[in-house]
């Protein structure tokens, strides 16, 4: 075709650990694809294959909802507020007779990824992980309680580095607990993948970039119920089991992380009436 | 009564032979778990099993149920029913309003094709209701003020006085004692502040 110039570019270097000999791990034939476990079992920013990003969380961030919640996984950051229950809004006709409507909105900032996002919400990939979310927390919240009312859960993402629906569920999670929503149990949602054999828990950006499968699963921890999961890309029946099981032992380890954040916030409100 | 430690929810309280579920909690296998995050309470019935629950300091949103009496406004009348905004529920005061509607036969439990809605309530009345009915797909709460401690407590005349009752279907204000109709609610005495 006339006026059409094709570029090609180098390929991106390398990355060379210090005593490694053998050619990385990753996707395989491809010597440029930055690798995902290293020889000596470290991912590339550093963590062990079962090891879980950093996380920090508050709740009771925002005076005027009736609940909400802030959470860090790592360099992912998620803001989750909750209003309700309350009357009906909009059409009155999907009123459920016997129980609450969970309503969910899932919105990134124009900002949380590397180039500007054009459109915060109302795209396909917003709608559908509201969708998820809607699911996963008419599985949790006691919604019989509230019949014929509206819950509404809006979580937005400031920065997204991957992991971005596990970290929506954990700190809507915690979001639901502060507005005194009665809930099942926590919901706990995290991220697996695999690095030919070993499974990786709580994926970053890069790693899942890197083309392998994606497990995703929101956890009822105290009864093991799953209440979301989620698998891209392919991944062989033999192997579903290592990486489910990996994933499950994340979002165990991230329920004992939020529990301890739930407690710490249960003392300073009883110190702060005087009990 | 005693308070108990904090607790974090989808945590095991007990067995559900060794007490009843209170608020706040629920049942599963044979298990009482615990819906909220807040304080554990043990209360010790006369009865039978004690009553766990778990409490929160701020209360969370109470919605009105089928039987509950309720304080609310109305917002608007009509010649069937009169529209109006729920305040309260028992004594706690909702953080945002319900709406809901008097129809014309739940106003008085006797003759009720002679009611006339002007006659019982205007815009503006605090009026003591009990909710019949969540309402279906068309409507939305449905109250009722049948009965004699039910209607209307609070109104002002047009001179923006508040007025006194006289009987149970007129109030008369204090400052121009010209007679309004209202269907009046005869509050308990307790309830009344001199």
């Known amino acids: 075709m006339p006026g059409v110039v094709v570029l090609s570019l180098p390929p991106p270097p390398r990355a060379v650990h210090a005593g490694s000999r053998s050619p990385p791990r990753g996707r395989p034939g491809n010597m440029a694809a930055p690798e995902l476990l290293s020889d000596e079992g470290y991912r590339a920013d550093g963590r062990r294959p079962a090891e879980l990003r950093k996380v920090r969380a508050r709740m009771g961030v925002f005076a005027q909802a009736d609940g909400s919640a802030y959470i860090e996984q790592g360099n992912t950051k998620a803001l989750a507020v909750v209003y309700g229950p309350h009357e009906m809004r909009g059409s009155r006709s999907k009123a459920l007779p016997d129980r609450a409507l969970v309503n969910c909105q899932y919105s990134m900032a124009t900002f949380s990824t590397g180039e500007r996002r054009r459109r915060p919400h109302g795209d396909r990939q917003a709608g559908e992980l509201a969708l998820h979310l809607k699911q996963t927390f008419e599985a949790a919240i006691l919604t019989r309680l509230y019949p014929r009312s509206q819950i509404d859960i809006y979580v937005q993402i400031l920065q997204a580095d991957g992991g971005n629906y596990c970290a929506c569920v954990n700190a809507a999670t915690l979001a639901v607990m502060d507005a005194g929503i009665p809930m099942r149990d926590y919901v706990c949602a995290c991220s697996a993948g695999l690095a030919e054999d070993t499974p990786l828990a709580d994926l970053s950006s890069p790693e899942e970039a890197a083309g392998g499968p994606r497990l995703v699963l929101a956890l009822l921890p105290a009864s093991g119920q799953i209440a979301l999961l989620q698998l891209s890309a392919r991944l062989h029946q033999e192997r579903l089991e290592a990486a489910l099981e990996a994933a499950g032992q994340a979002c165990r380890a991230l329920h004992a992380v939020l529990d301890r954040v739930v407690r710490d916030r249960l003392r300073e409100v009883t110190a702060l009436l005087g009990d | ?194």
């Open chain 2, 1 to 194: 009564q005693q308070l108990l430690s904090a607790r974090p929810l989808g945590e095991r309280l007990c067995s559900a032979e060794e007490a009843t579920a209170g608020s706040g909690t629920y049942t599963r296998h044979g298990f009482i778990f615990s819906s909220l995050a807040g304080c554990l309470e043990k209360r010790s019935e006369d009865s039978g099993l004690p009553v766990v629950s778990v409490v929160r300091d701020a209360e969370s949103q109470l919605l009105p149920d089928v039987g509950a009496v309720v304080t609310c406004k109305v917002c608007s009348i009509n010649s069937r029913f009169a529209k109006v905004h729920i305040l309260y529920v028992g004594s706690t005061p909702l953080k945002s309003t319900f709406r809901g509607t008097i129809r014309r036969e739940d106003i008085r439990a006797t003759e009720k094709d002679k009611v006339e809605v002007y006659k019982s309530f205007r815009p503006g009345d605090i009026v003591l209701a009990k909710v019949i009915s969540l309402g279906d797909a068309q409507s939305n709460y449905l109250l009722s003020t049948a009965e004699n401690e039910l209607g209307v407590v609070v109104a002002r005349s047009e001179a923006g006085v508040q007025m006194v009752p006289i009987s149970w279907c007129e109030m008369q204000c204090p400052r121009t004692h010209t007679k309004d109709f209202r269907k009046v609610a005869r509050v308990q005495p307790q309830f009344l502040q001199t």
